[in-house]
């Protein structure tokens, strides 16, 4: 009967030794199977009564181990399956996010994108392809559309552009004004070479003055005057071939106040700032101040002088663009919302164009 329970057992030991194996462990137990209780068996065969004790004592702590051993190899298996689990829920989270983030990014590109008028814009794309950039100027795209856009959104009756050079500033007011608000832009230039000279930025004189020494600035005028016509802006587009200081008497006289003034004439700084004390009296409350090459040091004085006066909206310089908006208002919240509103349009159409 001892033998009996003996083998009996050994015959658990070898299942759970089998059992073990299967879940990864088997070969360490194995060998301290074969090390620890071979030379128990032989001598319980020999001696059974006398080795009953010590072996039975010998196979329950051997299952015992090998039962532990087992148990221990399945919590690492659970633990590593749990770990496993975890690393794949936090992945899940992660492009959960990410889909998330994606769908909220595709969400405000769209809503930037509606904030655009299509059709102004691909007509004042469309425009703005017909008239040349050069040395002496040239109005992008974005601040086309964006004195375009408070035109339309203000229903501005009435603006000045000083400094008309080949139109590409004043015809997109042009085309605003006949189709939002059935107002008049007024482009101002002399179209002459030698009042256009400046001598105040040292670096680019000399590029200016030989500019000008090629340029025929009065036949561009002529060319101004003759796409006016064939754009059928005549109704909302004024030309006034003078110096703005000679221009502004007929504006008093005729009582004529201004929704925006674009100031982009001759850059000395006892230009500009004649630009600044001549017309800003005639600007209307909360009409706007558009000013261009901002980072000139000759204009510095008269954007400061401004910046004293009304709030800047909004200031952009990049390659292709150095301007800057004010607005002839207090209200902080009004401010804040026009603001917020033109970089809206701007963030749109940098999207609109990509």
């Known amino acids: 009967m001892q033998l009996t329970a003996t083998i009996s057992s050994l015959t ?24 620890k209780y071979a030379g128990l068996l032989m001598r319980a065969i020999r001696h059974p009564r006398q080795a009953y004790c010590r072996l039975s004592s010998a196979l329950s702590v051997a299952f015992t181990e090998l039962t532990t051993a087992a148990v221990s190899a399945k919590d690492a298996q659970i633990a590593e399956f749990s770990t496993a689990v975890q690393k ?11 889909m998330q983030t994606k ?22 794309k469309e425009l703005l392809s ?11 795209l974005e601040k086309a559309y964006i004195m375009a856009w408070l035109i339309a959104n203000f229903k501005l009756k009435s603006t000045v552009d000083i400094g008309v050079y080949t139109g590409r500033s004043l015809f997109p007011q042009a085309l605003a004004h006949k189709r939002f608000s059935n107002g008049i832009v007024y482009g101002i230039d002399p179209w002459d070479s030698e009042l256009a000279r400046e001598n105040d930025n040292k670096e680019l004189k000399e590029a200016i003055d030989d500019f000008l020494d090629k340029t025929d600035l009065s036949e561009i005028g002529c060319e101004v005057a003759r ?22 008497a ?9 929704d925006l003034i674009h100031i982009d004439g001759n850059h000395d700084t006892e230009m500009v700032m004649k630009d600044i004390d001549l017309y800003l009296p005639l ?13 000139w040091d000759s204009v510095k004085p008269a954007f400061d002088a401004v910046n004293s006066k009304y709030s800047l909206l909004y200031k952009k ?21 026009l603001a917020s509103d033109i970089e809206c349009v701007i963030s749109g159409i940098t999207t609109f164009r990509t």
Request: charged content about 30%.
């Open 12 to 35: 658990r030991i070898r299942q759970t030794i089998l059992q073990t194996k299967k879940q990864g462990c088997g070969t360490i137990i194995k060998m301290a199977f074969l090390k």
């Open 88 to 98: 794949k829920d936090a992945r899940i989270v992660e492009l959960t996010s990410a």
């Open 103 to 124: 769908d909220t990014r595709i969400a405000v590109l769209n809503s930037l994108v509606h904030v655009i008028d299509r059709k102004l814009y691909t007509d004042l």
């Open 130 to 140: 017909e008239i040349k950039v050069g040395f002496g100027g040239g109005c992008s």
């Open 227 to 248: 796409y006016n016509f064939e754009k059928g802006f005549n109704d909302h587009c004024v030309l006034i071939k003078k110096k703005s200081e000679d221009a502004i």
């Open 250 to 258: 007929q504006f008093k006289d005729k009582n004529i106040i201004f």
């Open 283 to 295: 600007l209307t409350e909360k009409g706007f101040v558009v000013m261009d090459d901002i980072t």
């Open 317 to 337: 310089r990049d390659l292709e663009n150095d301007y800057v908006i004010f607005w002839k208002n207090n209200n902080k919240s009004e401010i804040a919302q």
